[in-house]
């Protein structure tokens, strides 16, 4: 009999599907990524299978697996394993996840998540949420994601769309977001809001502004790093735009630490790597808008597991959800 020692953690996104396999502890031993097939999860597991395969030594290996997480981009049923509304996996949509996954991988349990929820769970157990029960995080991705632990357990709502922080209503005359609306965080917070302020203010300075150079210069290029290294290099403009989103962020924060009372709040994502630019005027925000005395200065901190922290927190997921090995 094959000794279940190890659990695939897997978190898929539009564009790849990163993997790690680990050990009983949640310890990554291994971590990969193959290309998703947006249009086929046949195409993808097969991808997958045959990746994690080579590391295990061949298909023989995969009586090993415990137990595989998956964390996936979209709304994720994960009482029937249905995949609801994924905008970047359209042919992903409606799929029964568990049985897709065991066309090759094959009976093997899954636990599933959405991948906010995965990447939250990582960090519960494995980054920068260890030792806490009540946990709240911000991704600062393109669009701006989020995820609720209460006494140790995900929060996942009535109709698996919990934790949609970024469409938490700031101002209904700020800035247009992608949902339709207007002042969510996500316009000011996201990377899509924060650049599309970057060229206004391009457009509105003077044509020898730094900005004005960075952005004509890197055109449709010009991602959030490109902005933070010019904030850092003293750009006051460039400064302003990550501190407006900074505070907007300790708005949004304030509200849900009203709310829930979190031990400890974590803001990850791409956007996040802007660091201090964006936690410094959000941890000046936060303290003016709660209420209870105990709860000012909850510690808002960076996530600390990076890209793997979805496929870690689904790997966790399976662990935990009782399978006998
Ligand atoms: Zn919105």
């Given at each position: 009999m094959v000794k279940k020692d190890l659990f695939l953690g897997v978190d898929t996104g539009g564009t790849g599907v990163k993997y790690v396999v680990t050990d009983q502890d949640g310890s990554v031993m291994t971590s990969g990524e193959v290309p998703t097939d947006p249009a086929s999860i046949a195409v993808s597991?097969?991808?997958?299978?045959?990746?994690?395969?080579?590391?295990?030594?061949?298909?023989?290996?995969?009586?090993?697996?415990?137990?595989?997480?998956?964390?996936?981009a979209g709304i994720v049923n994960s009482a029937t394993g249905q995949l609801g509304r994924s905008p970047n996996l359209p042919g992903w949509q409606g799929r029964n996840l568990p049985r897709d996954i065991g066309?090759?991988?094959?009976?093997?349990?899954?636990?599933?998540?959405?991948?906010?929820n995965g990447a939250l769970y990582g960090e519960f157990?494995?980054?920068?949420?260890?030792?806490?029960?009540?946990?709240?995080?911000?991704?600062?991705?393109?669009?701006?994601?989020?995820?609720?632990?209460?006494?140790?357990?995900?929060?996942?709502?009535?109709?698996?769309?919990?934790?949609?922080?970024?469409?938490?209503?700031l101002d209904p005359a700020g800035p247009s977001c992608t949902c339709g609306g207007r002042g969510c965080l996500e316009a000011w917070a996201g990377s899509t809001g924060l650049l599309r302020?970057?060229?206004?203010?391009?457009?509105?300075?003077?044509?020898?502004d730094e900005l004005a150079r960075l952005v004509a210069r890197r055109g449709e290029l010009l991602n959030t790093l490109d902005l933070a290294e010019l904030a850092s290099s003293g750009d006051a403009v460039a400064t302003e735009i990550f501190a407006e989103a900074g505070r907007r962020l300790g708005q949004a924060i304030g509200n849900i630490v009203n709310l829930l009372d979190p031990d400890r709040v974590i803001v990850g994502?791409?956007?996040?790597?802007?660091?201090?630019?964006?936690?410094?005027?959000?941890?000046?925000?936060?303290?003016?808008?709660?209420?209870?005395k105990e709860s000012k200065n909850v510690p808002v901190v960076s996530?600390?597991?990076g890209p793997l922290a979805a496929a870690v927190g689904a790997a966790c997921l399976a662990r935990e959800m009782g399978i006998p090995g």
């Amino acid at each position: 009999m094959v000794k279940k020692d190890l659990f695939l953690g897997v978190d898929t996104g539009g564009t790849g599907v990163k993997y790690v396999v680990t050990d009983q502890d949640g310890s990554v031993m291994t971590s990969g990524e193959v290309p998703t097939d947006p249009a086929s999860i046949a195409v993808s597991m097969q991808r997958l299978g045959a990746a994690v395969a080579d590391t295990l030594g061949g298909k023989s290996g995969f009586p090993r697996l415990a137990g595989l997480g998956m964390a996936c981009a979209g709304i994720v049923n994960s009482a029937t394993g249905q995949l609801g509304r994924s905008p970047n996996l359209p042919g992903w949509q409606g799929r029964n996840l568990p049985r897709d996954i065991g066309t090759v991988f094959h009976k093997i349990p899954v636990a599933l998540a959405n991948d906010v929820n995965g990447a939250l769970y990582g960090e519960f157990r494995q980054g920068a949420g260890r030792n806490c029960r009540n946990l709240v995080m911000v991704a600062l991705g393109t669009g701006v994601g989020g995820g609720v632990i209460i006494d140790s357990k995900l929060v996942v709502g009535a109709h698996f769309g919990a934790g949609e922080i970024g469409h938490m209503n700031l101002d209904p005359a700020g800035p247009s977001c992608t949902c339709g609306g207007r002042g969510c965080l996500e316009a000011w917070a996201g990377s899509t809001g924060l650049l599309r302020r970057a060229r206004e203010a391009a457009v509105e300075g003077k044509a020898d502004d730094e900005l004005a150079r960075l952005v004509a210069r890197r055109g449709e290029l010009l991602n959030t790093l490109d902005l933070a290294e010019l904030a850092s290099s003293g750009d006051a403009v460039a400064t302003e735009i990550f501190a407006e989103a900074g505070r907007r962020l300790g708005q949004a924060i304030g509200n849900i630490v009203n709310l829930l009372d979190p031990d400890r709040v974590i803001v990850g994502g791409g956007v996040a790597q802007a660091g201090e630019l964006i936690l410094k005027p959000c941890r000046e925000t936060v303290p003016g808008l709660v209420l209870a005395k105990e709860s000012k200065n909850v510690p808002v901190v960076s996530a600390e597991l990076g890209p793997l922290a979805a496929a870690v927190g689904a790997a966790c997921l399976a662990r935990e959800m009782g399978i006998p090995g």
